[in-house]
């Protein structure tokens, strides 16, 4: 029973287009974040939500809106889609303070 | 200047070697921290949590010094299933945040 699942897998899109990928978790964790892996393998971190208010938007563009419709979900919708977008996107979650349990990742590419 | 910082490597090691990573943090508001280890096109996973009195879990060891803003991760008796890129990192709770050291990548050869 997967604990965080985020859809889809993989996603290839042309330049240009709107796409999104969401996240459950079913943990009961109140904290959710989106990070981003380009191909230097760098985890950054793009947002987090607590109890499905957003705290921290890390100087992201606006391209990118997380939407959390409850706890257990926070969505990424991004417009406009730009090669430099081409990265892996991972959903995660907490109880504040603890370990981050992961998704599995979702492999977009822009072409 | 990153707030968690660790040598990229690659560290590349025999089987059975004794191999240390470290990793500084910035800011001294950060509360928990953490070694994840993440294979090759695969999610990052908890391997342990750091405390300040150093805490084992089998061939692992972890430490933090919180005077010096450091955090170590000793493996010993490295097996080839230990190589992969590990991740020190660090959690804000009163901001929600968790952030990720680049990583440290390892790789055990026969």
């Known amino acids: 029973d997967t604990a965080v699942s985020q859809t889809p897998k993989y996603l290839v899109t042309q330049m240009g287009n709107d796409k999104s990928i969401k996240c459950e978790q079913n943990?009961?964790?109140?904290?959710m974040y989106w990070y981003k892996q380009d191909s230097k393998k760098f985890l950054k971190i793009m947002f987090s939500?607590?109890?499905?208010?957003?705290?921290i938007n890390e100087t992201v563009p606006n391209r990118f809106s997380p939407k959390s419709p409850d706890k257990a979900h926070l969505n990424l919708h991004i417009n406009s889609l730009e090669l430099g977008d081409s990265a892996v996107y991972f959903c995660?979650?907490?109880?504040?303070?603890?370990?981050?349990?992961f998704g599995q990742g979702t492999r977009l590419t822009v072409v | 200047r990153k707030e968690v910082e660790q040598d990229p490597g690659p560290f590349n090691v025999p089987e059975g070697a004794t191999v240390a990573f470290n990793c500084t943090y910035s800011?001294?508001?950060?509360?928990?921290f953490f070694w994840y280890r993440q294979d090759c096109r695969k999610e990052p996973k908890l391997l342990m949590s750091?405390?300040?009195s150093g805490n084992e879990d089998g061939r692992f060891t972890a430490q933090l010094n919180r005077a010096s803003q450091y955090i170590s991760l000793l493996i010993r008796d490295s097996k080839l299933s230990d190589s992969a890129t590990y991740l020190c990192?660090?959690?804000?709770?009163?901001?929600?945040?968790?952030?990720f050291g680049s990583g440290t990548r390892l790789s055990i050869r026969p």
């Open positions: 800011n001294s508001a950060s509360q928990s």
């Open positions: 990192v660090g959690s804000y709770s009163s901001a929600s945040k968790i952030i």
């Open positions: 943990l009961g964790h109140d904290t």
């Open positions: 750091v405390y300040s």
């Open positions: 939500y607590n109890n499905k208010e957003l705290i």
């Open positions: 995660a979650s907490t109880h504040t303070g603890a370990e981050a349990f």
